[in-house]
């Protein structure tokens, strides 16, 4: 007996269902928080990351209020499971992204996990993070169009110099 | 009054009195009539404009008063089928739902023994007038428990008179906790979802503690729920005082 047509249909419904219950969504999210606020850079699948990112970014939000904020210390009390990590997302993380207005994590998708479910899997991480960076900047080839004018031109300027 | 060295007191002149100027501390806190701020969704920010341009439109053709929850308020409509084409009615606002060119509000009253709850848009060109007789606000935001409420709370005098306030005034808080009929009630009035503060809860203690185990209290911690308006009101305000000054 299907109760009621407005549960079935998920049209606009914004927040994914993770775990047995609302509460139990929350703790997951909670405790992938408090893993990316410990260690900085965290591999989980996919949705499970970009669900977190919103919760991880707001509460670095109302970090920078400051502690003496009564509604800033209770978040951060109940996001954070380990208590000594209130004190680095104070005292470490808030100043460091105070200069910017807003996204302060990066997610980027890695090869599937390598288990029999393989998940689509993220790597989530804080920027400014002290680790090596994930990406790194190749530069483009020698034999590239513009590489090869340049190195035409610099060729030129040193003919012209030398005689 | 009995001077120490027999010459008369000195003269005191009274002191002087305090101006306390509330108009110009009143400017910045305006009421802006929660229909204004749009909601939160996908839609482009376009179509909120122009309904905000048709809803100014509105307003300055017609006066729609300042009026809030909990207030009792008396709006003739254009009745076709009435003798002098129009008709009155007085209530208390119970609910004021809707954004943009559809909101509407809900006024109660309770005529001759019978309920009656009318549901009125406030851009409707049917409506004539809208006066406020008594403004104020209650504890909460929807009143819709009156309906199970002692039909006192909801009575009200249909030649009721204005009651005259101060525009410098706080609107005040009508702290009144309401009595209710035995139950069943139309909805379960002390689950915490519907976060109701003022009814007086006759119930058996074991009742109300049983109503709590439907409390979701990871709910307030719940961040990505929050909807700031702040910013968002500040920049309708402006729009608001720019258009209506022309």
């Not at chain 1, 190749?138 to 004018?149: A, G, I, M, W």
């Not at chain 2, 005034?169 to 002390?190: A, D, F, G, T, Y």
């Amino acid at each position: 007996m299907r109760l009621s047509v407005a549960a079935a249909i998920s049209h606009g419904r914004v927040y994914r269902r993770f775990g047995l219950s609302p509460r139990s969504r929350l703790d997951l999210l909670r405790n992938l928080v408090t893993a990316l606020v410990r260690h900085e850079r965290i591999e989980t699948p996919w949705a499970r990351a970009d669900e977190m990112r919103g919760y991880a970014e707001r509460l670095i939000d109302y970090a920078k209020r400051g502690d003496k904020d009564e509604r800033a210390m209770r978040m951060a009390d109940f996001w954070l499971t380990e208590k000594d990590l209130i004190h680095k997302l104070f005292k470490v993380l808030a100043p460091r992204f105070q200069p910017h207005p807003g996204s302060y994590t990066r997610m980027l998708q890695i090869p599937n996990r390598d288990g029999l479910d393989r998940a689509k899997m993220a790597v989530i991480e804080l920027k400014g993070n002290p680790l090596p960076p994930l990406v790194r900047p190749r530069r483009d080839s020698d034999k590239t169009l513009l590489n090869q004018l340049l190195k035409g031109y610099r060729q030129d300027a040193q003919r012209a110099a030398a005689s | 009054r009995v001077s120490s060295d027999g010459k008369p007191p000195k003269f005191q002149p009274p002191p002087k009195p305090v101006i306390i100027d509330r108009k110009t501390q009143k400017e910045e806190m305006r009421f802006l009539s929660p229909e204004f701020i749009p909601p939160r969704g996908r839609t482009t920010p376009l179509k909120y404009y122009i309904e905000r341009k048709d809803m100014i439109q509105r307003r300055k053709v017609f006066n729609i008063p300042e009026f809030y929850v909990g207030d009792v308020l008396a709006v003739t409509t254009a009745n076709p089928y009435a003798s002098d084409k129009s008709s009155r009615f007085v209530g208390i606002c119970i609910q004021r739902g809707g954004k943009g060119l559809g909101a509407t509000f809900v006024l109660r009253n309770v005529i001759e023994d019978q309920g009656v709850e009318i549901c009125y848009e406030l851009y409707s060109p049917r409506i004539q007038a809208i006066e406020v007789l008594k403004l104020e606000k209650r504890l909460d935001e929807n009143l819709m428990y009156l309906r199970d409420a002692l039909p006192e709370y909801s009575t009200f005098d249909v030649n009721m008179k204005p009651v005259p306030r101060m525009d410098h005034e706080e609107v005040p808080v009508n702290k009144v906790q309401v009595r209710m009929k035995p139950k069943p009630w139309s909805k379960r009035w002390e689950r915490p979802k519907y976060n109701i503060k003022g009814i007086k809860f006759e119930l058996p203690e074991h009742k109300m503690q049983a109503a709590q185990k439907w409390s979701q209290p990871w709910l307030e911690f719940d961040m990505l729920r929050e909807y700031d308006t702040s910013k968002i009101e500040e920049k309708i305000r402006k729009e608001l005082s720019e258009e209506l000054e022309k």
